[in-house]
């Protein structure tokens, strides 16, 4: 299974031990058969503690959730919310301004999401280096994540609870690395245009 | 000052000792004064170690970048691109996907940016385990992150290489998390909407 997968023998002892890969059919004392479904875990495995860049504590929950997913699935997508971290801790002011900043955009969150937290420490931060312009570039950072939201939401296959956490999960781990980085190369062709394009007009 | 600024004394020999933070005027053989810059550069530091998740070697490079700013803004994206990381290796052919997709967009940038490692490797991630519809929304995402990127531009002030240098550095790493959180509670909304919401039409 190890070579097929291209993943290092002592690798995938490690996530037997740590329960991300289940056993496969024992065939002697010190032998397990494994299927195609031990080498399809293992490449979610993989994306999951790799490009995702979960802890193993937070690939372990993801992979329970899709084993195991809930029946509805707004609860899959705060379950993952909550599964799949950061771990942030915020005060309770700047957890205050989080929530009112959720509720001027008229949007419906459970009022424990760990997300809250992980906006509260941004907004914290951006405040402690001192970014111009942030409250203007915070309301229209949250219309564009409306957006985004909105194509993730209506792509949630419901053909099986199954297929619909799956999604969430990977789609939550997975796009977040894809977004960042076409953000950023999106940033140099603006920046191109602005500082070094033909019209360029002296400063 | 380190008193002042909330952070353990071990911490700040700590930063001192690895080049983050410049040394105070000695006012004997074992004690230094330190002033407001320090403490500013302080509150610096720790939102980038912190709420920006760089590492140390990565906050030491964004710190030169804004101690001696490149003279084209242009370049300071480009640089802070590099510097900030995350790094990430990826296949040629997977690069030269990366690339095909910032063409079609029209975008021009770096050919060794590493945001295209970046972009490389989430695209082979989400492939590995499957995202359906993934070619629709990787194209609904780079629309986005232009309009991101168009705001994060336009805000870059002009009144010196300093301020613009501190700004993109600031920007590319706490503005990331805070879209992250936005993202993260916009899908909470639209979920409740899609899933739970008075519109549900059965199955």
Redesign the interface.
Known sequence: MARRAGVPVGTVKYYLREGLLPAGTPTSATQAQYGEEHVERL??I??LV???GLTVAAARAALQMIDAPAP???EV??TA?QAIGPE?TAEPEALDRARSL?EA??????CD?P??A??A??????D??????MER??G???A???????????????TSPADAV??VV???V???????????????????????GPDVTP?
């Open positions: 490449a979610l993989r994306v790799g490009t995702g509805s699935i707004h997508i705060g919310h942030v959720v955009q008229g949007w419906q969150v459970a999401s997300a809250l992980q906006l420490a941004a907004l914290d931060a951006c402690a280096v001192g970014i111009p312009g570039l915070v229209r950072y949250a564009v994540a409306e957006q985004l939201a909105a194509f993730d939401v209506a792509a949630v296959p419901t799956r999604f990977a789609g939550t997975l796009l977040e690395p894809l977004l960042l980085a076409l953000r950023r190369l999106a940033q140099q062709d603006a920046s191109f245009r602005r500082f070094e400063g």
